[in-house]
């Protein structure tokens, strides 16, 4: 036969375990304002994420912000000697928009309307 005692210690954490997810289940419905709710931030028009990088241009991460606004957006029109060495200059077709990257810093170190394959030098030095 089955002793009371074993039985009740196994019952006794799934018991426990089931309330809670009842509870929070009821709770959660009942009280929907104290559920955790993520919220987004707005989306950004292209040209105020270009604005935001022009605002950045030539701090540390300002490259990683240019990848994660015009991910596979880029085409490589140029290079030219600048930064930390050698530059790339970036074309963006959908805004008419060149950047000019310095891979060794991941910054961006100059922004111009248009198709531009070689910056001025004291643009991007």
């Known amino acids: 036969m089955l002793n009371p005692k074993a039985f009740a210690l ?10 809670m997810v009842i509870g929070e289940i009821v709770l959660e419905g009942a009280l929907p304002q104290l559920a955790s709710i993520a919220q987004a931030a707005p989306e950004l028009t292209p040209q105020q994420q270009i604005d935001l990088i022009i605002k950045s241009k030539g701090q540390i991460g300002s490259g990683d912000q240019l990848r994660r606004f015009f991910y596979k957006d880029l085409t490589p029109i140029g290079v030219q000697p600048g930064g930390a ?9 959908a805004n008419n928009v060149t950047f000019s990257y310095c891979s060794n810093y991941d910054v961006v170190v100059a922004v111009k309307s248009g198709k531009v394959t070689q910056f001025p030098a004291d643009e991007v030095r």
Not at 10 to 19: C, V
């Open 10 to 19: 196994f019952l006794a954490p799934l018991t426990l375990s089931a309330g």
């Open 85 to 93: 060495g050698m530059v790339v200059n970036l074309y963006n077709k």
